[in-house]
């Protein structure tokens, strides 16, 4: 699939307003000069000017309409199954991981998804179990954000 500039110009530039009007709804912190929206404004008009920069090289480049070219996967029904199972795959760890916690529906659901998209039994494994212990270390020690603790490994890492 290729989204043409302009279209992702258009985009981009609603996407810099969305967050701009979202962010006029935070408060001001009492006695400072920046407050909780000024990120997010920031944000927001560097998105805007990022989808007018966009538009204006897709315009100068002579793109007249947004468009859309889809890949040629896109007519194979077996790619479209599969990704409709990777993204099943998604809502069930976002239904499941609260009640199963990170780790045991992480592994489930990256080692699922990998032999969803073909890859090796071999490789799958070690690779799911390396890359939910991976998430889980970076999220709990470093970044300090609690991921959801299973039942089945109720001890702190």
Known sequence: MRV????LGVLTLL???????SAMGFKAIPGQ??????????????TVLTGVFLIVKAVMAGERLPG???AEWTGNTAALARMAAVLL???AY???S??????????????LAMLV??????IAVPVALVAALAIQQSFGKLLLVPLPRSPFLPFLW
């Open 4 to 7: 043409t500039d302009l279209t």
């Open 15 to 21: 996407g810099g307003i969305a967050i701009f009007i």
């Open 33 to 46: 000069d920046y407050g909780a929206g000024t990120m997010p404004r920031a944000i927001a008009l560097v």
């Open 68 to 70: 859309l070219r889809l």
């Open 89 to 91: 795959l998604i809502l």
């Open 94 to 96: 976002i239904l499941l």
């Open 98 to 111: 609260p009640v199963l916690g990170f780790l045991t529906t992480a592994v489930a659901v990256m080692l």
């Open 117 to 122: 998209l073909r890859v090796r039994l071999v």
